[in-house]
């Protein structure tokens, strides 16, 4: 994906939620993963998790737990 592409994801994903904010909760890090949980808050607040993987200096891979039914039937009840 470009910075181009990432930019418009970016911004896709906040225009649901233009009061979105994001709190980092914790960090864990070894040699090629960093693991942070965060909160989510704006129409929702919920804990989620990513893990992102590193070759170098870039980020390879990443897996994401969040509850992405709950947020979308938010959206729909907003409508």
């Known amino acids: 994906m ?3 592409e990432f930019k418009e994801r970016v911004r ?3 225009a649901p939620f233009p009061d979105q904010r ?3 909760q ?8 960093v693991a942070a949980t965060w909160l989510w808050t704006g129409i929702d607040q919920d804990v989620r ?3 992102y993987y590193f070759e170098g200096d870039r980020i390879v891979e ?5 509850d992405r039914l709950g947020v979308f039937q938010q ?3 907003t409508q």
Do not use: G, K, M, N
């Open 26 to 33: 914790e960090v864990l890090a070894d040699r090629r993963a």
């Open 62 to 66: 990443h897996w994401q737990i969040s």
């Open 12 to 14: 896709q994903s906040r």
């Open 2 to 4: 470009s910075r181009d």
């Open 49 to 51: 998790a990513t893990v």
């Open 22 to 24: 994001f709190e980092l």
């Open 75 to 77: 959206l729909q009840s």
